[in-house]
């Protein structure tokens, strides 16, 4: 069993950044972040491999957001620049065993969420 616990998100005015974390109780895994927006289904926003070999991100946020991790820690963190009202979102931090993907069945682990809310 791992434990994810997200913290970070707040409000913010669009233009402006925000970096939210997610502690882990254990770091062997592949990670991603993911958020979902009321009424619209769960989205892959970023994920990266255990040795951060890799990373991946959606379009709607390439060149805006950065995942990066810290196995010593067991932090995974989502640095989020250039932010829009569409941004607005519950953020979730989440593992899988299996390897990266950007599809929620995969990862096996979910921490409880962080709010970001973009004003315009």
């Known amino acids: 069993q791992v434990q994810l616990v997200e913290s970070g998100g707040g409000v913010v005015q669009a233009g402006g950044s925000l970096r939210i974390s997610c502690a882990a109780s254990a770091a062997n895994f592949a990670m991603a972040w993911f958020r979902q927006a009321p009424e619209k289904e769960r989205e892959c926003v970023a994920d990266?491999?255990?040795?951060?070999?890799?990373?991946d991100y959606a379009d709607s946020v390439r060149g805006r957001f950065t995942i990066s991790r810290d196995n010593a820690a067991k932090m995974l963190y989502l640095q989020m620049n250039s932010l829009k009202p569409e941004d607005t979102a519950v953020y979730y931090c989440a593992a899988s065993r299996s390897g990266p993907s950007r599809i929620s069945p995969d990862y096996a682990y979910w921490g409880q969420g962080t709010q970001v809310t973009v004003s315009s």
């Open positions: 990266i491999t255990w040795a951060s070999l890799r990373t």
